[in-house]
């Protein structure tokens, strides 16, 4: 199953993001570089323990992911803005 990984939010100055930018990941594993916006290292860390189980099917709700839409997963990149003067990036990430 693919994954669309979307800027959902921005919590002070990303310099690699901006909203509405998007991640596609292909059966699983396979990040789509020609098919998705520029991706920081750090936000890829925080997906890591999840996009297998994501593209896998597993639900939101059962990894404690899901907030309004119950089929969409929320993650945030690690940098703490408001320590560093950097951005905190909030994902949503949708089966497709």
Do not use: W
């Not at 939010?9 to 396979?30: A, F, H, M, N, Q």
């Not at 939101?60 to 907030?67: D, H, I, N, V, Y």
């Not at 997963?73 to 909030?90: K, M």
Request: aromatic share 6%; hydrophobic share 40%.
């Amino acid at each position: 199953m693919d994954l669309i990984v979307r800027v959902m939010e921005i919590k002070g100055t990303c310099p690699v993001y901006r909203l509405g930018d998007s991640i596609l990941l292909r059966e699983g594993y396979i990040l789509d570089t020609k098919n998705s916006s520029a991706a920081c290292m750090h936000s890829l860390a925080s997906l890591m323990p999840y996009y297998v189980a994501l593209s896998r099917g597993i639900p939101p709700q059962t990894l404690g992911l899901s907030g309004a839409k119950k089929d969409r997963a929320y993650l945030q990149c690690l940098d703490p803005c408001e320590v560093t003067g950097g951005g905190t990036v909030i994902f949503e990430i949708a089966a497709e």
